[in-house]
């Protein structure tokens, strides 16, 4: 038995033996092949470089905005009635004075035909002819007074006739007292025609104003648009019985528009009435400009920043209010910088870097960056004018033999 697996124990070891022995000779030829295969000097890469470039920027603020109207107005009749047209609907472009709804005028003008015939009553009580509107009536030529300084003057010539009589004798006292007596009379109706026309006169300035006012409410049937713009929301219809201070149509203004800005504290000391400002609106290619024209005097505790306002110039129709925008303030000009193309720099756990020709090799550098200014970015530290960096590096490494396009 012992034999048996003392036998079978050295065929095992045999058989390894073997097994190493093909082992070694494989990897021997497969070393030799790779020997064969494999040139003197390691291949290189081809990478295309451009050198770091000094130049200009601007600084600019990026923040985040919704277009409103400067204007938006609920329009509404001064008067009661009925709705007899409206030829603006929603989206309608309207001008300034424009006709946007009326109301049916004919008790308006029944008002106004009543009010004039008062006026020419009120007219004939002061002796004024048809038509005829002085500004001022002369109380003394006005028939009333004119009987009634007749009778006055009349009375006074009976008294002063009744007193001489008496002082001759001639009559009784009480006769100069009756003649007296009516002198006061007759005064008193002068004194009441005198106060008689100017209640005439008041009269008829009364019933001027009635009639303007009669006219003013037979123009008000016409709904003028306040201000041009365009139709938001038409809430009237024709037919319609509608009160003083009902809202029929809403307009807004459209140019220019008004652009409200929530910019951060660490931006509001470099932001000026003035400013240039431009925007985009999604989905739209197309760049649109505007002007910086109030300022917040205060910063907003909660959300640490400074609210700005724009004017959008909107000639076109082109942009909507309550658009959302993107918008770049421009704080400002000039500064000095360096810059690197955006697919040079390689981004990775937030961390910067590029890739530098160094003695035919790559070598990798640390970068911090600035603003972006189109397919450029600044380069803040890392970099010196002149350095020559690695366009789209993609997964390129520090220590590669590289060879550069073109040299």
């Known amino acids: 038995m012992f034999q048996v697996r003392e036998r079978k124990h050295g065929q095992w070891l045999l058989w390894v033996a073997v097994a190493l022995l093909f082992t070694g000779c494989a990897s021997q030829q497969s070393a030799s092949k790779a020997s064969a295969s494999s040139p003197g000097k390691a291949a290189s890469t081809r990478v295309r470089v451009t050198p770091v470039t000094a130049g200009s920027i601007s600084r600019t603020v990026e923040v985040n905005g919704t277009l409103a109207a400067q204007d938006e107005v609920a329009v509404a009749f001064k008067v009661t009635g009925r709705i007899e ?45 048809p038509g005829v509107d002085s500004g001022t009536v002369d109380i003394q030529k006005a028939p009333l007074v004119q009987q009634a300084r007749a009778s006055l ?32 009379i007759a005064d008193g109706r002068y004194q009441d025609a005198l106060d008689e026309i100017r209640n005439r006169q008041a009269t008829l300035l009364q019933r001027r104003s009635e009639l303007e006012l009669a006219r003013q409410m037979l123009a008000d049937a016409e709904l003028r648009a306040p201000i041009a713009g365009a139709v938001l929301m038409r809430a009237g219809s ?22 409200q800005l929530p910019v951060p504290e660490r931006a509001a000391t470099g932001v000026r009435i003035g400013q240039e400002i431009v925007l985009q609106l999604e989905n739209d290619t197309a760049s649109y400009r505007g002007q910086v024209t109030r300022l917040s005097p205060a910063i907003d505790p909660i959300n640490r920043t400074l609210m700005v306002e724009a004017a959008i110039p909107n000639e076109s129709n082109r942009l909507k209010p309550g658009s959302f925008v993107r918008a770049s303030l421009v704080t400002q000009r000039g500064d000095e910088a360096l810059f690197i193309p955006a697919d040079s720099l390689v981004v990775f756990a937030g961390i910067e870097k590029v890739y530098l ?11 911090r960056t600035g603003r972006r200014d189109g397919n450029r970015i600044e380069v803040v530290e890392g970099l010196q004018a002149g350095d020559r960096v690695v366009v789209q590096p993609g997964s390129l490494v520090g220590g590669v033999p590289i060879t550069v396009e073109g040299e």
Not at 87 to 107: E, F, N, S, Y
Not at 154 to 161: F, I, Q, S
Not at 357 to 364: F, I, L, P, R
């Open 85 to 129: 047209s409206m030829p603006v609907d929603l989206g309608d472009l309207v001008k300034q004075g424009q006709v946007i709804a009326t109301l049916d005028k004919t008790d308006l003008r029944l008002a106004v035909s009543q009010s004039e015939a008062a006026l020419e009553q009120a007219r004939a009580r002061l002796g004024l002819a």
């Open 153 to 184: 003057e009349e009375a006074r010539l009976a008294r002063d006739r009744a007193r001489q009589m008496m002082d001759e004798k001639l009559i009784a006292k009480a006769d100069y007292d009756t003649a007296e007596a009516n002198f006061q």
């Open 238 to 259: 024709v037919g319609q019985f509608v009160a003083p201070g009902t809202s029929v149509v809403t307009l807004v203004r459209m140019h220019p528009l008004r652009l």
């Open 357 to 367: 020709v160094s003695d035919g090799k790559s070598a990798e550098r640390l970068v």
